[in-house]
C-alpha cells in the first residue's frame, strides 16, 4: 500500500450562476440614478455581482443592457403610475389618476427620484438606437392621453369638436415636469398640489382647444 497521498486535481466546476432579473434589476437602478453615459461597467458589474464577461453574454453589452432597463422600467413601475388611468370611468378621472399616482411614485423613498424614461438623456449622446427608443417610451404617454381623450368624444364626454393633441400635449407635459421636479427635491405633497392645480384647468384646456 503506497504511503505517499496522491493529490487530486482540483474539479473544474460550472460558471456561477446568477438570477438573472435580479442583476437587471440593479443595472435598472444604476442607469436611473446615474445616466447611461455616466456609468461605466465596472460599476454595472459592482452593482449586478457579476464579472465583465458574464455581463456580455447575458445582455450583449452596455447598449443592450440599457434597452432592457428601460423595458424593465416599465413593467416595474408603469403599473403604478397607468392602473388608475385605464381603470377610471372617464378622461377627468384617467388623467386625474395619472397625475396624483406620479405624485406619489416619482418621490418614492428608496429609490431614484423622477422617471427614468422622462430623466433619460442618453439617446442625445451619439447613440441614435438608444434616442429612437426613449422618443418611442416617451411617445407613449402622449399617446394613451390622446387615445383616452378620442374615447371620451366618441362618449360624449367631451365634445367633437375638441382637439385632442394639444390637451394630451398639455398633461403629458404637467406629468414630464412633474417628473423633474421630484428630482429637484418637491415633495408628494408639492406634487399633488401641481396635479390638482392641472386638473382645475380642464375646462378651460379642454374648451380652449375646441376647433
Not at 438570477?19 to 461605466?40: N, Q
Not at 442625445?124 to 402622449?142: F, S, Y
Request: glycine residues 6%.
Amino acid at each position: 500500500m503506497p504511503t505517499t497521498t496522491e493529490k487530486k486535481a482540483p474539479k473544474r466546476g460550472r460558471p456561477r450562476e446568477f438570477d438573472r432579473e435580479k442583476a437587471l434589476c440593479a443595472a435598472m437602478e444604476l442607469f436611473w440614478r446615474k445616466g447611461f453615459t455616466a456609468t461605466s461597467i465596472a460599476e454595472l458589474c459592482a452593482a449586478m455581482g457579476i464579472n465583465s464577461p458574464s455581463l456580455y453574454a447575458a445582455f450583449g453589452g452596455k447598449e443592450a443592457l440599457y434597452e432592457e432597463a428601460i423595458r424593465q422600467y416599465q413593467v416595474t413601475y408603469g403599473p403604478f403610475v397607468w392602473d388608475g388611468f385605464f381603470e377610471a370611468p372617464t378622461a377627468y378621472d384617467a388623467i386625474e389618476a395619472l397625475l396624483l399616482s406620479s405624485a406619489e411614485v416619482l418621490p418614492r423613498r428608496g429609490k431614484p427620484l423622477g422617471c427614468m424614461v422622462t430623466l433619460a438623456s442618453a439617446g442625445d449622446e451619439g447613440h441614435a438606437e438608444l434616442k429612437a427608443l426613449l422618443v418611442e417610451q416617451r411617445a407613449h404617454i402622449l399617446q394613451r392621453i390622446r387615445e383616452r381623450l378620442e374615447r371620451a368624444m366618441a362618449e360624449g364626454e367631451l365634445s367633437r369638436s375638441v382637439e385632442p393633441i394639444p390637451i394630451a400635449r398639455f398633461y403629458a407635459g404637467v406629468q414630464q415636469a412633474m417628473s423633474i421636479q421630484a428630482r429637484d427635491g418637491a415633495t408628494r405633497e408639492d406634487l399633488r398640489a401641481t396635479a390638482r392645480l392641472a386638473m382645475k384647468a380642464w375646462k378651460t384646456v379642454t374648451e380652449a382647444s375646441a376647433s
